[in-house]
């Protein structure tokens, strides 16, 4: 089955503790980003990825850190987290990232910084 | 700047009784339109892609098309599993593959 997985898919830490949150996908994209969800602020990007080692800062970058060194994997890392970073966070991926390709969602991740 | 506003924010419909969600939006090169259904606590399920003005998308009681400056979400006879929020969204001509997206209109549909 194609699908976005992420892990923890929930969360509560305290600030400043550095953690990770993983992302795989098994449809062999190329493309793959970070989003958070916000009440009244809908979803916002946080990083994207065009390919293995090509990664880039979306609308939201501050207080994030991402890598790509396989195919499959987009961790996202919160390297001090802060409360403005409690929110939903969800992985995605498609074939491409230019071209109106579909971008399929993760099941999401709750993360509460106390 | 790009933007995408859904309205209404809300809309409570009675089984059978359909209805349209509106997606406006302002967008420089229009990539994709695309509409998401969202159940709550879950990710953004894949609902249609329209690419151009003019172009239509239907899946079970599902319609979605495509104007210059807005697309339409309709809903013919709903029944109540049709309940979420429906999630629009844009991607311009960047090369980031970055969606925009509105704040979502929640559908509640009563037996």
């Known amino acids: 089955e194609a699908q976005v997985t992420q892990n923890p898919r929930y969360l509560i830490t305290v600030t400043g503790k550095k953690l990770t949150v993983t992302c795989s996908q098994n449809m062999n994209h190329e493309y793959m980003s970070w989003y958070r969800q916000d009440p009244g602020l809908g979803l916002r990007q946080i990083y994207y990825?065009?390919?293995?080692?090509?990664?880039d800062k979306g609308d939201v970058p501050e207080g994030y850190k991402v890598s790509r060194k396989e195919k499959r994997n987009f961790p996202l890392i919160l390297e001090s987290p802060s409360p403005n970073q409690t929110s939903l966070y969800f992985c995605?991926?498609?074939?491409?990232?230019?071209?109106?390709?579909?971008?399929?969602f993760g099941e999401g991740s709750w993360l509460t910084v106390v | 700047e790009d933007q995408v506003t859904q309205s209404p924010e809300a809309l409570r419909l009675q089984e059978g009784e359909s209805s349209s969600l509106n997606c406006s939006y302002t967008v420089s090169g229009l990539r994709g339109l695309f509409w998401y259904r969202q159940d709550p606590g879950k990710g953004p399920e894949f609902l249609f892609t329209l690419y151009s003005a003019g172009e239509e998308k239907e899946k079970e009681r599902l319609k979605a098309t495509l104007t210059k400056k807005e697309s339409f979400l309709h809903i013919t006879a709903p029944k109540p599993e049709d309940s979420a929020t429906y999630l629009c969204?844009?991607?311009?001509?960047?090369?980031?593959?970055?969606?925009?997206f509105g704040q979502g209109t929640t559908l509640q549909v009563k037996p």
């Open positions: 995605a991926s498609s074939l491409g990232g230019r071209a109106g390709n579909t971008i399929y």
């Open positions: 969204a844009v991607q311009g001509s960047g090369n980031t593959g970055k969606l925009i």
């Open positions: 990825s065009m390919n293995v080692e090509v990664t």
